[in-house]
């Protein structure tokens, strides 16, 4: 009997992948996907916390393309093992915290472990030359290719025509007329290929996947490493860092201020973790205290509260301040006006 050829593709829930996969279905390749879980995605939290992203899918895109295409998924956590590769990129970060090249490098390397130890013959992405600044060059591709380990073993069905022949055609598994010579970074050949295919629906790719190319998250990922003195984190910071209003009034501590409904019962569950405050006269939102008050801090934090909440215009209102055991302590403030909110307190 003739062997099946089984690949695996690595899938992040946009439309390149996608189409990557069904260009190998379509000569007669199994196919299984791969989805690494660093933490930083995008789409698995906010969209779910938010009232404001209420119209939005609350869907896993990668889950979501591996049920179109028909195939297995397989989501592996690799937050702890990621941490080296955001700490220590070897080819630095892109325009903010996003080690890109070394990413890939990584979910490739990943990915050869994985077909290593599962049986399969080769590996799969949606890369296009030209398609991102970092990590979809040319010669950053090659590095990929050859940094992970993967070499030849690796196909590129958007764009593998712009490479030399790979494994898997040298051995007749796939057919090099069947790939594609996609290149630069216009979304068209991709959207008339999905059109192709009967793809009527798939994320779009404009504000990216990852939390790491978000300068805003990027400058307050940098802020944490500054303030505990070495770059490490878990993974409730990681959390932390897409919710809320980050407000740093002094060195010593930062504020969480919670923008809506959906974040402040999100941000309950880090009460035993942090210090907090509320308004106790008006409605308002609730605040964690990330790091240490000190002598006049807590009446400060708590004239920030009365801005964000609804007695913003009152005179005097009701701030309560509760600790991690749990005692609670009352102030009586004026809100700070915006005029006396400095905008460098903004993270």
């Given at each position: ?12 829930g946009?439309?390149?992948s996608?189409l990557?996969?069904r260009v ?6 199994y ?14 939290h906010?969209h ?8 939005k899918q609350k869907?896993n ?8 295409l ?16 955001l700490?220590?990129?070897k ?13 890939k490098?990584?979910?490739v ?6 077909i290593?130890?599962?049986h399969?013959?080769f ?23 050859r940094?992970s ?5 690796l ?5 593998g025509?712009?490479?030399p022949?790979?494994?898997p055609?040298?051995q007749?598994w ?13 979304r ?6 999905a059109?192709?295919?009967?793809f009527?629906e798939?994320?779009?790719?404009a ?9 805003n ?6 802020d ?25 009034p002094?060195p ?28 106790k006269?008006h409605?308002g ?6 790091g240490?008050?000190k ?12 801005r964000f ?6 005179d ?10 749990g005692?609670e ?19």
């Amino acid at each position: 009997m003739t062997k099946q050829i089984k690949a695996v593709a690595l899938i992040s829930g946009g439309l390149d992948s996608m189409l990557a996969v069904r260009v190998m279905q379509e000569q007669g390749i199994y196919v299984e996907g791969i989805n690494f879980f660093t933490g930083f995605c995008v789409e698995g939290h906010t969209h779910a916390i938010r009232k404001q992203d209420q119209n939005k899918q609350k869907r896993n895109n990668a889950l979501w393309v591996a049920e179109q295409l028909g195939i297995k998924l397989h989501i592996i956590d690799v937050i702890d093992e990621y941490k080296d590769v955001l700490i220590n990129p070897k080819h630095g970060y892109g325009a903010n915290m996003n080690p890109c090249l070394d990413c890939k490098t990584f979910m490739v390397t990943k990915a050869m472990e994985w077909i290593a130890e599962n049986h399969f013959d080769f590996i799969i992405t949606g890369e296009v030359i030209g398609q991102r600044p970092m990590s979809q060059r040319r010669d950053t591709m090659n590095i990929v290719s050859r940094d992970s380990g993967a070499k030849n073993l690796l196909v590129r069905p958007l764009c593998g025509k712009n490479f030399p022949a790979t494994y898997p055609e040298e051995q007749g598994w796939i057919s090099r007329e069947g790939l594609l010579d996609f290149n630069g970074r216009s979304r068209k050949p991709q959207m008339a290929l999905a059109a192709k295919f009967g793809f009527d629906e798939y994320a779009q790719p404009a504000g990216g996947c990852c939390f790491l190319t978000d300068e805003n998250y990027s400058r307050k990922l940098v802020d944490l490493w500054q303030v505990q003195g070495h770059k490490d984190y878990d993974f409730d910071d990681v959390l932390l860092l897409k919710i809320g209003r980050h407000v740093r009034p002094r060195p010593h501590f930062k504020l969480i201020i919670g923008r809506e409904e959906g974040e402040n019962k999100f941000m309950e569950g880090y009460k035993k973790r942090f210090g907090y405050l509320y308004t106790k006269s008006h409605p308002g939102p609730l605040v964690l205290i990330d790091g240490e008050l000190k002598e006049g801090d807590a009446e400060l934090a708590a004239q920030i509260t009365g801005r964000f909440g609804k007695g913003k215009h009152a005179d005097r209102i009701t701030v309560a301040l509760v600790d991690t055991d749990g005692n609670e302590t009352e102030f009586e403030v004026t809100p700070m006006s915006g005029d006396d909110f400095p905008q460098e307190w903004y993270l």
